[in-house]
């Protein structure tokens, strides 16, 4: 899988691409363009437990998705948004 995200200067840039699904993550997701809202969650919870991570930066490609699973993907980011 493709690193959680990337370090600059503080902030973490963690990539949001493709078409979001509720699934666990799958080796072929990036060659079909999807994003699973699993992994968008674990990458928010790793960068907020980061002590280097001063901000989170989502960049976000995306043409919408799945509904199922955007709930607690937001839950997690609206978390975060008091500590990061």
């Known amino acids: 899988f ?3 995200y990337t370090l600059q200067g503080g902030t973490a840039i963690i990539p949001i691409q493709g078409t979001l699904v ?3 993550p799958q080796w072929w ?3 079909f363009g999807y994003q699973s809202t699993y992994q968008v969650r674990d990458w928010v919870e790793q960068a ?3 002590s280097n991570v001063r901000q989170i ?3 976000v490609d995306s043409p919408g998705g ?3 699973g955007i709930a607690d993907c937001a839950d997690v ?3 975060a948004r008091g500590q990061k």
Do not use: C, G, N, R
Request: glycine share 0%; proline share 10%.
């Open 77 to 79: 980011i609206f978390a």
């Open 48 to 50: 907020v437990a980061d």
């Open 57 to 59: 930066l989502l960049y």
């Open 2 to 4: 493709a690193p959680s």
């Open 22 to 24: 509720a699934a666990e």
């Open 66 to 68: 799945m509904t199922s």
């Open 29 to 31: 997701f990036p060659y």
